[in-house]
């Protein structure tokens, strides 16, 4: 395909298509957009914001729960120049100091957003005594409902080097640092990844990322609507509560065109292999693009293996490789040809060393899937800690160069000057090796853990810990590791602690407490260590530690401190509740009273239990009933109350 100049020569073009988006917002709640209706609304927005004074240069927060909403909002900032900026809705605390945060960075932002979200901004805001942020929502903000749009705006005239749009990662909520992208960036990146994956206009894509990453909207939006497709966007939460529904839609609108990170894979996987899917037919697909964090073999395995008999071939799952600071592509595996992996000693991985094969099935082997070749318009090389170029088979530091590669960190000279070698190649953070000519990822260089395809710092998290009594920084350490028998990345807490087991098991339950009510992330182990490995300077050394856990140095402790099975409750209906918490809650041990969001698990966890008890119990528990009925006695007593009402 040709590359445009514009994002908004981009969209142009594209309104003149017959081609939709649809936007699915449950099972039964759909709608579809043209791209000329698009074009039209997304117009009379920009007329709507330009009368409230809006300017070329201004930057929009993109704060909505609806996908709608965000596609025609996305679109106006893009049409009027104005600069926008999407944030990703979450329910936790750091998710509101991250906005709050990133709002304070901006030189002109407006706040884009509907009335519920701006209340409980507002009610966090003066609880927690961010006076500029309450000013800022009172003065900057325009809300969904009130904007009424009645003439096009005013297109501005664009240049290839202008900025785009601020995409924010989602790792760091201390200090968020925006990558910013010109139109020549998106508009390279586009045309590779259409041609990279031989796109075209009778295509169709379905896909459940959120439009806040990188893979959701320039992926699986900007690139799909490039091509001249139809594509549908599932909301991610619908996706969560209801992961069936994926593969449902995807043969019910006959998509071609698929996308998962690991942890989408697992989720659809635990509901699937319970209850299964009625006769839908899969052999549409083409292509099941797998990114956005490390990917794990077995596991593709297994997904493949599920959905064979629904007609899903082993071609369509696509390992790729990408990060934001290269808009979004950066690698693509060959279209058509079965996913391959390399099989390694995991002992071989140090940066200048050749990584050495392995068997399969010995104690230290390790897979790790190739994700292709530079797309168009990029370079990638594999260099050693000084910056110089590796022999094919060497592991070494990522690095990237080309047209796609952002030029700058919003606002910080200090980040952008680090995120570049001293001849001009980006660092990536990421550490692998070239194989056959192909990419392969085999670990991260940067401090970084990649939870559900959400990127986090682990100095974030580790800054919460230490306000616990008894932690401090420098005393708690926050890590990621992927063993060997493990499909997905596990969080690991490593705490200084030198006196009995039986003391730390209230450390255990405290640290899992706070970390998921501040940002709902399940920690897998809180391990207690003699010794935290820091360099001569004071920097913790965080591979030694997994190292240690990898070889099975605390296996002994984490042993002793899983939970003692509790007896039953007397209640059989809270104890069949008891026995399905069970099941997803890995080492927590969730009683009868417990209140459910205090415990340590994630909302992806108790989406599961949920789902579980729907299972049991068909039509008579959602996740939103969980706020007023948080424990499981109480749950219990609503369920009896729903079956009375209905018997």
């Known amino acids: 395909m040709k ?50 004074g809006m300017a070329p240069g201004d930057e929009l927060v993109i704060f909505s729960k609806s996908n709608r909403s965000f596609v025609i909002a996305y679109w106006a900032a893009m049409l009027g120049g104005i600069v926008p900026v999407p944030v990703a809705v979450g329910i936790s605390d750091e998710h509101r100091h991250k906005l709050f945060r990133i709002l304070r960075q901006l030189r002109r932002g407006t706040l884009f957003t509907d009335l519920g979200l701006l209340q409980r901004l507002r009610s966090f805001a003066t609880e927690n005594g961010f006076e500029d942020i309450e000013g800022f929502l009172d003065s900057r903000s325009v809300l969904i409902g009130d904007v009424q749009p009645d003439t096009q705006g005013e297109i501005h005239a664009a240049s290839p080097d202008d900025l785009a749009f601020i995409q924010y990662s989602s790792g760091s909520t201390s200090d968020p640092k925006g990558v910013c992208l010109t139109h020549r960036n998106l508009c390279t990146n586009i045309r590779a990844i259409v041609e990279g994956l031989n796109w075209h206009a009778a295509d169709r894509s379905l896909s459940w990322m959120p439009l806040t990453h990188d893979m959701g909207l320039i992926g699986y939006h900007l690139s799909t609507l490039a091509a001249g497709m139809n594509h549908a966007v599932m909301d991610t939460n619908v996706f969560v509560r209801r992961p069936l529904l994926w593969m449902s839609k995807a043969s019910e609108l006959r998509a071609t065109q698929l996308c998962s990170p690991n942890f989408g894979y697992k989720h659809f996987l635990k509901l699937y292999q319970r209850k299964g899917l009625p006769d839908i037919d899969l052999s549409c697909v083409e292509l099941i693009l797998n990114g956005a964090e490390p990917i794990s073999w077995e596991l593709c395995e297994t997904f493949l293996a599920a959905l064979a008999p629904h007609g899903l071939k082993r071609t369509a799952m696509f390992p790729v490789y990408g990060l934001a600071e290269a808009t979004v592509g950066v690698s693509l595996s060959p279209v ?288 939103s009933d969980l706020f007023d009925y948080p424990t499981l006695r109480e749950i219990a007593a609503f369920l009896r109350q729903k079956a009375g009402a209905t018997g």
């Not at 917002?25 to 043209?34: A, H, I, T, Y």
């Not at 110089?388 to 592991?395: E, F």
């Open 336 to 623: 058509g040809r079965e996913y391959e992996r390399i099989v390694v000693d995991r002992h071989s991985l140090n940066v200048g060393e050749p990584c050495l094969a392995a068997e399969p099935g010995d104690a230290d082997a390790v897979s790790f899937v190739k994700v292709g070749r530079a797309i168009r318009d990029v370079e990638i090389r594999i260099a050693d800690d000084d910056d110089r170029l590796l022999d094919d088979g060497r592991v070494g530091h990522i690095q990237l160069r080309g047209a796609s590669v952002t030029r700058e960190i919003y606002g910080d000279g200090e980040a952008t000057a680090a995120l570049f070698t001293a001849d001009g190649w980006l660092k990536t953070g990421d550490v692998g090796v070239q194989a056959g000519g192909e990419l392969v990822v085999t670990g991260r260089q940067k401090d970084i853990l990649i939870v559900n395809g959400q990127n986090y710092y682990p100095h974030d998290l580790e800054e919460i810990l230490a306000g616990i009594d008894g932690l401090e920084l420098g005393k708690v350490v926050v890590a990621g590791a992927t063993p060997s028998k493990s499909q997905t990345e596990e969080l690991l807490v490593f705490v200084l602690y030198r006196r009995g087991l039986d003391d730390f098991r209230p450390i255990v339950e405290r640290v899992r407490q706070v970390l998921g009510e501040r940002t709902g992330l399940e920690v897998d182990h809180v391990i207690p260590v003699a010794k935290i490995p820091k360099t001569t300077s004071g920097k913790v050394q965080r591979v030694h530690l997994l190292s240690d856990y990898l070889d099975g140095a605390f296996d002994e402790a984490l042993a002793v401190l899983v939970p003692a099975a509790a007896e039953m409750d007397e209640d059989p209906l809270v104890a069949e509740l008891e026995g399905i918490c069970r099941e997803f809650s890995k080492e927590r041990r969730i009683g009868p009273d417990d209140n459910l969001f205090e415990v340590g698990v994630s909302s992806l966890t108790l989406t599961e239990i949920v789902l579980a008890v729907d299972e049991r119990y068909p039509g008579k528990l959602d996740i």
């Open 3 to 52: 590359r445009y100049d514009t994002m908004v020569d981009l969209l142009a073009e594209a309104s003149g298509k017959d081609r939709h988006i649809r936007f699915i917002d449950g099972e039964r709640e759909e709608s579809e957009l043209g791209f000329g209706a698009l074009y039209e609304r997304a117009g009379a927005l920009l007329g709507a914001l330009q009368a409230r």
